[in-house]
């Protein structure tokens, strides 16, 4: 089973919704990741934190089996975000954000890390990002998520990330801003023409879509809508979740051919649902492998439709 | 095959889109739902149309087998409605509506018409609905469309209506405004109380929900995606269509049991994502059983899955 590089974001998280807060709870985009990605495959992370990350932490991410040598102890605070949410519970409002550690983050890897075939790079500069995959010396497989601050203020660098970049997975939105195309099949055909064979666009309550590139300009779509959650209680990390639930099966399985791929999105739909349940990792914390399968199943069971086979309709036009 | 009774409206519209635009175009919930469902089982129309019905309109219903007994001919003009969408084609902004002979239309069923067993009650005061329904002898599946309108200014009506339902088919921005509920599994547990067994919810471009209450208060889901188009030109009567080809189908075998339910939702939505390809009704106009039984496939394809068999994580938490 090879394992996982991801190099993003741990970050202390202050979030309102309407069904309660956290203060100062573990979160961060890698975190996220890392600790789904962690069910399914060996995870290393690679990061920074402040003076001020707790013990506690510290070992509750190497109780899930997260190689934790390149998280680097720097001097400083550790990175703060403060967020809301609405009754609209798919958009966050920003209320504060202190990169502290993260300003000067410039990640150099390790051998061990640099020998890496699965690589995650999350949410960070995509000159970073560029920097960091450019140490791996022969990745395999390498997805990559951004956002409106970069695309907008660094739309040139990303592209030539994305150059370098297998999968993209980003939310409905921001496939919107960064191919300036409304409609999700043209945004995918820019995409894929930039480097990325395969776009996966994760869409909060509506599920998610992906979309890969194959022979002859033509697409091939899989589809799932989100399992329906009686009570949501905080989606923040839903999508780094969701990310660490598709990148950790794949790595878990060493294969990344388009049946593998659809799963994936499946076990990070599964991930997702699990971790807005609960604030911050908390639902993370006490899931198990059993709970994992059987939502894997009940996701089939709310999708699959019997073929037409016995009928025919009277009268044909 | 048992045919389908349908109440709703014939009208001619004026739509629209940054694609172009349709004036008097041959249009109402009525039409869009009985041309749809004519691919699959017969069809009796039940509406009123004005002295200024166009003869080839009445020829084009009759050519798709739809039975036109019960479409009565007025003094005054047919039901006007004009709208305008942005690039945003989830949202129709409505710029006029005239009801015409709409205003006075109160059906009385002919005998045939009262032995129905299938029946639509499209998208009308829902005391008329509750009349015509009245007027069936043994309805063996009722389903019912509603919108705002009637949410807002008839409630109470519509709740008596709804008694009488076994599905309710409505997008997810009415399910929220009748229910008073975010929550869709909260919305549907409401409307299960209220009467119907059966709760569809349409989202546009994010595909469909299915709500079926079971026993011990518990509820079967099924969601899919909508099928993925690079060009939409027009959505109006998207709505429509989908229930068109929902009811059609299940009137076509004649069954409503849960597995005949999923592949009706899926052929619901194989009916609108055709129905959007062209202005008006004119993409049904040539559409053929064989590219219809195509699409269901193809749904099959972007939204099928495999199990997990042949691979277990090397650790468990």
């Known amino acids: 089973m090879p394992p996982i590089l991801v190099i993003g974001s741990v970050a202390y998280d202050t979030v309102k919704t309407p069904f309660g807060e956290a203060s100062e709870a ?25 003076r001020d990350f707790k013990e506690q932490d510290w070992r509750f991410l190497e109780g899930r089996n997260i190689d934790l040598c390149g998280l680097e102890r720097a001097d400083g605070r550790t990175f703060r975000w403060a967020g809301e949410y609405g009754y609209d519970l798919n958009d966050a409002r920003t209320l504060d954000t202190q990169l502290n550690v ?12 640099r020998a890496m075939e699965f690589v995650f790079l999350g949410n960070l500069d995509p000159k970073i990002q560029r920097e960091v995959l450019g140490q791996v010396r022969k990745p395999r497989l390498v997805a990559c998520d951004t956002m409106n601050y970069w695309i907008n203020g660094h739309f040139n660098a990303l592209l030539e990330t994305l150059k370098l970049v297998d999968i993209l997975i980003i939310n409905d939105a921001e496939a919107r801003q960064l191919t300036r195309e409304s409609n999700l099949i043209r945004a995918a055909r820019k995409i894929h023409g930039w480097g990325p064979t395969t776009l996966v666009v994760k869409r909060g309550e509506y599920g998610a ?8 300009g033509r697409i091939s779509v ?54 807005v349940e609960k604030f911050s990792l908390d639902r ?25 086979v016995e009928w025919q309709p009277s009268w044909r036009v």
């Open 26 to 50: 573990l979160g961060g985009s890698a975190t996220y990741f890392s600790v789904s990605a962690s069910f399914f495959a060996r995870v290393s992370l690679v990061a920074a934190v402040g």
């Open 102 to 113: 993260l300003a000067d983050f410039r990640p150099k890897l390790m051998d061990a890390h």
């Open 209 to 216: 879509l992906m979309f890969q590139r194959n022979g002859q």
């Open 222 to 275: 899989f589809g799932t809508p989100a399992y329906p959650l009686e009570d949501i209680f905080d989606p923040t990390g839903a999508g780094d979740t969701f990310a660490g639930g598709f990148m950790g099966y794949l790595a878990g399985i060493g294969k990344a051919d388009w049946s593998s791929l659809r799963q994936a999105v499946v076990f990070g739909s599964v991930m997702a649902s699990f971790n």
């Open 284 to 308: 993370l914390r006490t899931l198990t492998f059993t709970e994992i399968e059987l939502r894997y199943k009940e996701f089939k069971e709310m999708t699959r439709f019997d073929d037409v």
